[in-house]
């Protein structure tokens, strides 16, 4: 959308030119708005964003301007390609926007606005982190983090009360992942503290993936202490990635990419199951005992030699 | 004008305590998750921190003084207190924290009476320089302008 080069504080214009809707496709409700102004106008132009976006908090993903040469200068985010900003760089409130720019600007040249646009509240459905730390200060701190990055979050104190939260019970090999009326949440992600009274997140951590139900969901581990042999067993045990305390916000954006491979995982798990399904139907006269059965269903689709032909090759998948 | 005197005291006060170690980068990254949908927010979490941190004292302080001290419990009070500094950005506080579990390691009793007293120190500075930073915020909020930013 092209929008005429506003010198002055034209603000009905402007705001004609800058349609924003909100929608409840994330993809969709992006709009790429250009805009050129002088610094006296800046106000304008985020009240009018303000306006524009009803109340809701707008977050500006992306924007460049240039000073008294056209040489270009990057606020934030130094991409336009649209892939790019939804992978979850980093989100610029709209207020401080128009502190930074007016610290920037001296009234001397133009400038110009990319901008991206996503309501606030289209992105903040999209990931359910739960984050567990037996610190009160922590807990504020990480659930601040998550929540200004566009997470849902839920924080627990204990590794005994997350499992609870995901449906699992005290002992392990209890859970049944075919049990109908299970209540528990639905969790993209799981960060957790390692040093945590009862149960540590390295214990956490392994229930979690000796879960069938559970195995699928990516484990971030935190720790004050930078122990190389604490890392490098919570790597093999199955995390995704271990960071030193204290969390920063930068921190945030390497949570996304582990969210986004968890969700294709999750389709590619349940599609498994069905083909299990089918499977079980189609051998169950093998001569295999039930408790070989029930032993390759919990293994994720590791069949009896006669039936393996029959599967394809990304269901053999290993975990 | 008034508004100018106070963010210009405001500066002279806080920019200090971040040269001296009083404060690191971690305060800064509070304030930066502090806006208008959470417009108390570092305050909260100091405040956590300041209740946190004197419970940890009486019980460090107790601990210390039985005729037969626990140095596994002063340990995990020593850590919890450096993970809570450390995530406030209270320095110094921090680093005093780290000597002290050296001394917890070794079960050294004298080596961690004086660590002791010399957190209370560096506790109640960075509290009463934190104290006087939120007034100074209130008095400049009151007066209609914005806290200025050192980032």
Same mark, same amino acid.
């Given at each position: 959308?092209?929008?005429?080069?506003?010198?002055?504080?034209?603000?009905?214009?402007?705001?004609?030119?800058?349609?924003?809707?909100?929608?409840?496709?994330?993809?969709?409700?992006?709009?790429?708005?250009?805009?050129?102004?002088?610094?006296?106008?800046?106000?304008?132009?985020?009240?009018?964003?303000?306006?524009?976006?009803?109340?809701?908090?707008?977050?500006?993903?992306?924007?460049?301007?240039?000073?008294?040469?056209?040489?270009?200068?990057?606020?934030?985010?130094?991409?336009?390609?649209?892939?790019?900003?939804?992978?979850?760089?980093?989100?610029?409130?709209?207020? $401080?926007?128009?502190?930074?720019?007016?610290?920037?600007?001296?009234?001397?040249?133009?400038?110009?606005?990319?901008?991206?646009?996503?309501?606030?509240?289209?992105?903040?459905?999209?990931?359910?982190?739960?984050?567990?730390?037996?610190?009160?200060?922590?807990?504020?701190?990480?659930?601040?983090?998550?929540?200004?990055?566009?997470?849902?979050?839920?924080?627990?104190?204990?590794?005994?009360?997350?499992?609870?939260?995901?449906?699992?019970?005290?002992?392990?090999?209890?859970?049944?992942?075919?049990?109908?009326?299970?209540?528990?949440?639905?969790?993209?992600?799981?960060?957790?503290?390692?040093?945590?009274?009862?149960?540590?997140?390295?214990?956490?951590?392994?229930?979690?993936?000796?879960?069938?139900?559970?195995?699928?969901?990516?484990?971030?581990?935190?720790?004050?202490?930078?122990?190389?042999? $604490?890392?490098?067993?919570?790597?093999?045990?199955?995390?995704?990635?271990?960071?030193?305390?204290?969390?920063?916000?930068?921190?945030?954006?390497?949570?996304?990419?582990?969210?986004?491979?968890?969700?294709?995982?999750?389709?590619?798990?349940?599609?498994?199951?069905?083909?299990?399904?089918?499977?079980?139907?189609?051998?169950?006269?093998?001569?295999?005992?039930?408790?070989?059965? $029930?032993?390759?269903?919990?293994?994720?689709?590791?069949?009896?030699?006669?039936?393996?032909?029959?599967?394809?090759?990304?269901?053999?998948?290993?975990? | 004008?008034?508004?100018?005197?106070?963010?210009?005291?405001?500066?002279?006060? +806080?920019?200090?305590?971040?040269?001296?170690?009083?404060?690191?980068?971690?305060?800064?990254?509070?304030?930066?998750?502090?806006?208008?949908?959470?417009?108390?927010?570092?305050?909260?979490?100091?405040?956590?921190?300041?209740?946190?941190?004197?419970?940890?004292?009486?019980?460090? +302080?107790? +601990?210390?003084?039985?005729?037969?001290?626990?140095?596994?419990?002063?340990?995990?009070?020593?850590?919890?207190?450096?993970?809570?500094?450390?995530?406030?950005?209270?320095?110094?506080?921090?680093?005093?924290?780290?000597?002290?579990?050296?001394?917890?390691?070794?079960?050294?009793?004298?080596?961690?009476? +004086?660590?002791?007293?010399?957190? @209370?120190?560096?506790?109640?500075?960075?509290?009463?320089?934190?104290?006087?930073?939120? @007034?100074?915020?209130?008095?400049?909020?009151?007066?209609?302008?914005?806290?200025?930013?050192?980032?």
């Amino acid at each position: 959308m092209k929008l005429p080069c506003g010198v002055g504080e034209d603000t009905a214009k402007a705001t004609r030119a800058l349609k924003i809707q909100a929608k409840d496709d994330v993809t969709e409700s992006c709009e790429r708005i250009g805009w050129s102004t002088t610094s006296p106008c800046l106000s304008s132009f985020v009240h009018i964003l303000k306006q524009l976006s009803g109340g809701d908090e707008l977050m500006v993903v992306w924007l460049s301007w240039s000073g008294g040469t056209s040489e270009r200068r990057w606020l934030i985010n130094k991409t336009r390609d649209q892939k790019e900003v939804m992978k979850g760089l980093a989100w610029y409130p709209i207020q $401080r926007l128009s502190e930074d720019l007016e610290a920037k600007s001296d009234g001397s040249f133009r400038i110009w606005f990319h901008c991206w646009m996503l309501t606030k509240k289209t992105r903040e459905a999209e990931f359910h982190v739960l984050a567990v730390d037996d610190s009160l200060i922590d807990r504020k701190l990480i659930e601040r983090l998550l929540r200004t990055s566009s997470y849902q979050v839920t924080t627990v104190d204990s590794g005994s009360k997350a499992l609870e939260l995901l449906g699992l019970g005290e002992e392990p090999g209890l859970s049944s992942p075919a049990s109908p009326d299970k209540n528990e949440i639905e969790v993209n992600l799981i960060i957790t503290d390692y040093c945590m009274p009862g149960m540590t997140g390295y214990d956490l951590l392994k229930r979690i993936k000796g879960s069938s139900s559970l195995k699928g969901i990516p484990v971030v581990i935190m720790s004050s202490e930078n122990v190389p042999s $604490r890392i490098n067993r919570c790597l093999e045990g199955g995390a995704e990635e271990f960071f030193l305390k204290p969390i920063q916000l930068s921190d945030m954006t390497r949570l996304r990419p582990y969210m986004q491979k968890g969700k294709v995982k999750e389709q590619q798990q349940s599609q498994q199951q069905q083909q299990q399904l089918q499977e079980k139907n189609i051998t169950s006269g093998s001569s295999n005992s039930n408790s070989n059965k $029930r032993k390759a269903m919990e293994d994720g689709g590791i069949f009896p030699e006669k039936t393996r032909p029959r599967l394809s090759s990304s269901s053999l998948a290993s975990v | 004008m008034e508004l100018a005197n106070l963010q210009r005291r405001y500066l002279d006060f +806080t920019s200090p305590l971040f040269h001296e170690g009083i404060l690191d980068n971690q305060f800064t990254q509070l304030q930066q998750l502090q806006d208008e949908s959470n417009p108390e927010f570092v305050l909260e979490v100091v405040t956590l921190f300041f209740d946190d941190s004197e419970k940890l004292l009486n019980e460090l +302080t107790r +601990t210390l003084d039985q005729q037969v001290v626990d140095f596994k419990k002063v340990d995990a009070h020593v850590h919890q207190f450096k993970g809570s500094s450390a995530s406030i950005g209270a320095q110094r506080v921090k680093n005093v924290c780290m000597a002290f579990r050296n001394y917890c390691e070794e079960m050294d009793q004298e080596g961690c009476l +004086t660590c002791l007293q010399q957190l @209370k120190q560096e506790y109640f500075l960075v509290k009463n320089k934190l104290e006087t930073l939120f @007034k100074l915020e209130q008095q400049i909020v009151a007066a209609g302008g914005s806290i200025p930013m050192m980032w």
